[in-house]
Structure formats: structure tokens, C-alpha cells
């Protein structure tokens, strides 16, 4: 079997929500930006990118939406009962989708390619 057939399983807290892909990263990115802190409640996000075709969503995030900084439109995907993060997607990469890597039911496979926002980085933050 191609890695390109394996069936990679990821889902929220709760389990409400869970999702399946198939492929390999497009794109390993650990963010400190100052929105990521937020949406991960922690110094960096890091994101598991992979092309939007290949994900099936199991269950109904709740998508709130908002305006990067550099103006383009995000959308960040989390589990209406138990409020994990599970994706963020932008409208300047329609065809992407940043999987949140802690919710990956394997989170090994991730590593970062990109480590962007370092001006924003906490100092404590050893990332
Ligand atoms: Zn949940
Ligand atoms: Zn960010």
C-alpha cells in the first residue's frame, strides 16, 4: 500500500468531531503569532497542512470566522461541546487546510517546516 492510500485519523477532545485524510504534510508550520497563542491557549500552534480534497469531516465544528492581520479572511474550525481547535483554513490558500497537530490521534508524524511570528514569540516558549 502507498502512503498516499494510508488512512491518517485525527478528532477533538470529546471525540464529537473527528476527521480522515490521506497523504503527508504539504507543510509543517508552528506559529507565534499573536492569533495562534489565542486559538491555542499556549505560546504556538502547530499545524499540520495538507490539501482541503483530502479531508473528511466526521461531525459539525462550529467555524468562527475573522480578518488576519494581513487582512485575508481566516476560518478556525473547533468542537462546539469540548471547544478543541481542530483546523484553520485562509482565503489565501483555499485549496489548504492547517490541521491542529494535537489532534492528530498520531501527533509524531508532524514536524515543522516553518516557524513564522518569531518577533511574537514568548521568551518562555523553547519551541
Ligand atoms: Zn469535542
Ligand atoms: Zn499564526
Not at 12 to 40: H, M, N, P, W
Request: proline fraction near 6%; include cysteine; charge should be negative.
Amino acid at each position: 500500500m502507498s502512503d498516499e492510500e494510508v488512512e491518517k485519523t485525527g478528532g477533538c477532545l470529546c471525540g464529537a468531531v473527528r476527521y480522515a485524510f490521506t497523504g503527508d504534510a504539504e507543510l509543517g508550520v508552528q506559529c507565534y503569532c499573536l492569533d495562534c497563542q489565542k486559538i491555542s491557549g499556549a505560546g504556538n500552534l502547530p499545524q499540520y497542512v495538507i490539501k482541503r480534497a483530502r479531508l473528511t469531516l466526521l461531525g459539525q465544528p462550529t467555524v468562527h470566522r475573522r480578518k488576519s492581520a494581513a487582512g485575508n479572511d481566516l476560518e478556525i474550525a473547533f468542537c462546539p461541546d469540548c471547544g478543541s481547535p481542530i483546523y484553520k483554513a485562509t482565503s489565501m490558500a483555499q485549496d489548504l487546510i492547517m490541521l491542529t497537530v494535537g489532534t492528530l490521534d498520531d501527533p509524531s508524524m508532524f514536524s515543522p517546516t516553518h516557524k513564522p511570528y518569531q518577533q511574537t514569540r514568548q521568551p518562555w516558549d523553547e519551541s
